[in-house]
C-alpha cells in the first residue's frame, strides 16, 4: 500500500481556484491531463475577481 492508491485529488495547491476550498478540492468530478510527471487540472476555474489567465475554457470561434 501507498500514498498513491488515494483519491487523485487529495489536496489542491491552486488556491485561485473556486473549488478550492482550504486546499481541498470541493468539485465533485474533475478532469486531469498528465504531461510527463506534471498533472494539470482542467477543471480548473479562477474565482470570481481574481484575473487569473488559464486556458481551460472552450475555445469559441
Ligand atoms: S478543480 Fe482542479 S484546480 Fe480546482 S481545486 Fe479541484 S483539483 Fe484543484
Do not use: K, Y
Not at 485529488?9 to 481556484?17: L, Q, Y
Request: hydrophobic share 25%; charged share 20%.
Amino acid at each position: 500500500m501507498n500514498d498513491e492508491s488515494q483519491s487523485l485529488v487529495s489536496r489542491c495547491d491552486a488556491t485561485t481556484c473556486r473549488f478550492n476550498d482550504d486546499m481541498n478540492c470541493t468539485a465533485g468530478q474533475i478532469e486531469v491531463s498528465m504531461s510527463g510527471q506534471t498533472a494539470q487540472c482542467l477543471t480548473f476555474s479562477p474565482t470570481e475577481g481574481m484575473s487569473d489567465t488559464q486556458s481551460v475554457s472552450a475555445d469559441n470561434h
